[in-house]
């Protein structure tokens, strides 16, 4: 169902911010050399509640969204859309300086596919990532970063780094290619971004 604040889709669960202590945790105890309780504290943010909260927006059901058939807008055709949809190495890490790295929709604590990476190689068992969704970590999956086009690709969109935002893989693809008017979701540029003390786990070495 569409948030009702009007900021997201979905309103992330708890279980999410706690998965996100968890990996914090991990990093820290794996700076500190603690191996073994780091992944303990990677398996304890493999939560079913959060893969619970994701699977209807894999589905690609649309059962998660609330969309006025009136006002749903044609896309345009492949060949009237911009080039080069997806941003430069350079523009993720101006989006990233400018965003931080919480969601800008729904806020939730994301995590470069970069670092996730490095962690599933250190912690191949605990930071589980196959491929398919039922096999990923459920942490690591809802908190993967995103870099979303307000106005979509599919709606003439470029990928100028005004029109795109930092955003969790949930909100990103549980959109779909809607106008955020479409699904009653304010601009979230007009928020300013979250700042806090979540690093995204970039310090993990």
């Not at 044609?74 to 969601?103: F, V, W």
């Not at 929709?105 to 191949?124: H, L, N, Q, T």
């Not at 993967?144 to 307000?150: L, M, P, S, V």
């Not at 979701?185 to 979250?194: E, F, N, Q, V």
Request: charge should be neutral.
């Amino acid at each position: 169902m569409a948030n009702a604040s009007g900021t997201c889709i979905s309103d992330p669960p708890e279980e999410i911010h706690v998965a996100a202590r968890y990996l914090d945790e991990a990093v820290t105890a794996h700076m500190q050399n603690n191996r073994a309780l780091a992944a303990d504290l990677i398996r304890a943010a493999d939560m079913p509640a959060i893969h619970a909260w994701l699977k209807p927006i894999w589905s690609n059901s649309e059962q998660h969204l609330v969309v006025p058939a009136a006002s749903i807008k044609p896309t345009l055709s492949k060949e009237s859309r911009p080039p080069a949809r997806m941003p430069s190495a350079a523009q993720k890490r101006e989006i990233h300086q400018r965003d931080g790295y919480n969601c800008r929709f729904c806020g939730m604590p994301v995590i470069r596919p970069e670092v996730r990476r490095r962690i599933s190689i250190a912690y191949a068992e605990a930071a589980r990532w196959g491929t398919t969704e039922a096999q990923q970590h459920a942490g690591f999956q809802a908190m993967w970063a995103q870099y979303d086009h307000i106005v979509p690709h599919a709606h003439g969109g470029t990928s100028e780094i005004d029109n795109m935002v930092l955003t969790c893989a949930a909100c990103n693809f549980g959109r779909g290619s809607y106008l955020i008017e479409e699904l009653g979701i304010t601009d979230p540029r007009l928020r300013s971004p979250l700042r806090s003390a979540w690093d995204g786990l970039e310090r993990f070495q």
